[in-house]
């Protein structure tokens, strides 16, 4: 039987779901806990304000993996708030239990996916940043299509940044970050940079240090919002 085309104006899925290992304490971090730190569902624009109580800036995560660079980064800025979505469970409650154990209050978690997160509910102008950190390359020619950094999400995170904010990717595939470059640098709202040098107030990933071992390049793409 083949395939059931993809609806018009449907966005492909960006990531693969991986199954994971759930230990006994993040199973119960995220019994107890999540209710305290997750996004509240349902429709209509989020509250940020009201989400994190202050009017600190709001920075979306893409896809926080494990959550260790997420935690160390919210650490290191308490004042800035970050909403961190992943798709996988055990990368939920990772990010949860440390929370949890080092009592970080700046960070909101949102089990599912942060483009739909970020395309439903996020007001235009409401966020200081985006964060991409190593999205699924999809290397074969074929898949391309599913990358998540593509002109319509570039248009999208365009649209949800208020002037000056940034556009943070990050990937060890270097077919993709060329692409990242092309396609951010072609929005004429945003000031586009690349850089072979790991900014230092970004600690390094699980899936970064898996692609160093491997001998990748990491390249990281900065990309301010303009104000027009």
Not at 49 to 70: N, R, Y
Not at 204 to 227: C, K, S
């Amino acid at each position: 039987m083949s395939a059931s085309p993809v609806p018009a104006g449907t966005a492909l899925q960006s990531y693969k779901l991986r199954r994971g290992r759930m230990g006994v304490e993040r199973t119960e971090a995220l019994a107890t806990h999540l209710p305290r730190y997750a996004v509240p569902a349902g429709p209509g624009r989020l509250d940020l304000h009201h989400l994190f109580g202050d009017d600190h800036p709001v920075v979306l995560e893409i896809g926080s993996g494990m959550g260790d660079a997420t935690l160390a980064m919210a650490q290191a800025d308490p004042g800035t708030n970050v909403v961190a979505a992943e798709v996988h469970t055990p990368g939920v409650g990772a990010l949860l239990q440390g929370l949890v154990e080092h009592g970080v209050e700046n960070v909101r978690l949102l089990e599912g996916d942060g483009r739909e997160l970020l395309d439903a509910r996020i007001a235009a102008g409401a966020l200081a940043g985006v964060r991409v950190y190593f999205p699924d390359p999809w290397p074969k020619a074929r898949h391309h299509k599913r990358r998540l950094v593509q002109p319509d999400f570039v248009a999208l995170v365009a649209d949800r940044l208020a002037p000056g904010g940034t556009l943070h990717c990050a990937t060890d595939w270097e077919p993709y970050a060329e692409q990242m470059v092309e396609v951010i640098g072609a929005d004429p709202r945003f000031e586009v940079s690349a850089d072979r040098s790991r900014p230092a107030w970004r600690p390094q990933t699980r899936f970064e240090r898996r692609g160093l071992a491997l001998g990748h390049v990491v390249t990281d793409v900065l990309a301010t919002r303009t104000a027009g």
